[in-house]
């Protein structure tokens, strides 16, 4: 399906050890400008999700937000260092004897020996972690690109119209120009007529000054090429891809064939035509930018 790049993705998940929350939201961009912001604590997998990531999402500037709960953090270990214990233990009883001094030891005063006690965090699995995450991540990836598809449905639907609309400007054109050509030659014999009078008009000037301002004013191969260019656009719509870039060069030759033309143009129908032409395809333009 035909995907916009604005979207807006979002999916949690909570067990007993972690919570994740997932966030994504983009805006147009020539290319893939990925932001990614999460805790400190989940930075080594920073390659894996933009990997990932790219798996759902071509183009767009898109801002990624991870959040992270980890109840485990209240279940650190608390080591009991016996060595370390024992050391300080024999010095207080050697500095009793070497001072003479009353040995007044207990156990809460020994604790409070640097390193006796430690706290030591739970090792973390790093491959369970980034599994958690991974689902989750997809989860909000799918949404976001549900989204890009409901309004690249949109999209298509009012590009199809316009191009439907383009057809009829085209068509216009194409059956005009001919009538513009006799209309041109009607004029040039009734001018002549009128300074000759009476005399004998050359039909064979006239046929070649007739040739000459057609030469001029013909646009078929522009009516051909704007006729492919809009049957490209409408099937590269059908098609379903991602097809933003293709649509954005095709709106481009469209504009080249309507401006070449509005310059040969010298009536004043195919002229507002022309004109009507080429806002329809500005218009086109401005919405192909939305699409991925």
């Not at 033309?261 to 806002?279: A, F, Q, V, W």
């Amino acid at each position: 399906m035909l995907r916009s790049m604005t979207g807006f993705g979002r999916a949690e998940t909570i067990n007993e050890q972690h919570k994740f929350s997932v966030e994504l939201k983009a805006v147009n961009h020539r290319y893939l400008d990925l932001n990614v912001k999460m805790p400190k604590k989940l930075n080594m997998f920073e390659n894996q999700i933009r990997a990932l990531v790219k798996n759902y999402i071509e183009r767009g500037k898109v801002d990624l937000y991870i959040s992270f709960e980890d109840y485990t953090e209240e279940k650190a270990l608390v080591k009991y260092n016996k060595e370390i214990a024992g050391e300080y233990l024999d010095f207080l009883k050697q500095m009793s004897k070497d001072f003479n001094l009353e040995n007044d030891i207990r156990v809460s005063s020994l604790s409070r020996f640097p390193e006796v006690f430690t706290m030591e965090e739970l090792e973390i699995d790093e491959e369970a972690l980034f599994t958690e995450l991974s689902v989750v991540l997809e989860n909000a990836l799918k949404s976001f690109v549900e989204a890009r598809e409901v309004e690249g449905e949109k999209l298509k639907t009012d590009l199809l119209s316009k191009l439907d609309e383009m057809n009829g400007y085209v068509d216009f054109i194409e059956k005009r120009s001919p009538q513009i050509i006799e209309e041109y030659k009607n004029r040039l014999v009734e001018k002549i007529q009128i300074l000759l009078g009476d005399n004998k008009v050359d039909d064979s000037r006239i046929a070649q000054e007739v040739t000459i301002y057609a030469d001029k004013v013909c646009v078929d191969e522009e009516i051909v090429r704007l006729k492919s260019h809009i049957d490209a656009m409408r099937k590269a719509l059908l098609c379903g891809e991602s097809v933003g870039r293709k649509l954005d060069f095709i709106a481009q030759e469209m504009n080249r064939e309507a401006n070449t033309t509005l310059s040969k143009s010298t009536d004043l129908e195919i002229t507002n035509i022309g004109i009507d032409l080429k806002t329809l395809i500005e218009k086109i333009r401005e919405q192909i930018q939305n699409i991925e």
